[in-house]
């Protein structure tokens, strides 16, 4: 869909080069001489990053992505194997579509996979997920009260950095996107 350039959108998809792409930031400038543009910070899918000027009446081409639910089935070398949740139909993608998070990927994990023309195009974890921690130094007596951190491994394999009250065996809370601590498990 051909939209103008002055409707785009941080966190629109647009496509550009014939290479689909998604805005991460826009700013409407006028100079002093000259007609207006949008200056749009734009990120390929396959990872770079770009500036672009649009004229403010140039068109530029939408593309609107189906988002759809996927359980997590099993990994078949470097394959993932969901299962759309509406249809049940069996979907494969490359394990590269999730990147480093597939670390906290697990069996019957439910993800958000965006699809364009019958293709998946990325898969977002869950915001935080529950994992025990099974390796970390022991709580020191006296230094629950400071604000310091330790490093722990957690059940996956992960290395966190936790504070220093958590222990051995404790379930905490992590968030997928940047591998930091939340906070204790209820």
Known sequence: MKVSANDIKTGNVVEYNNKLCIVTKTQHVQPGKGGAYIQAELKSLDGNKFV?????????????????????????GDQLVFMNQETFEQVVVGQDIIGDAISFLSDGMVVKLCSHNGNVISASLPQTVVLEIRETEPVVK????ASSYKPAILENGVKVMVP???????????????????????
């Open 52 to 76: 672009n000027r649009f004229r403010s009446s140039e068109m530029v081409e939408r593309v609107f992505l189906e988002e759809s639910d996927g359980q997590f089935l099993y990994q078949e």
């Open 164 to 186: 220093q009250h958590v222990d051995q065996g404790t379930r905490v809370v992590i968030n997928t996107s940047d591998h930091s601590y939340v906070e204790k498990a209820k």
């Open 142 to 145: 006296g230094q629950t009260a």
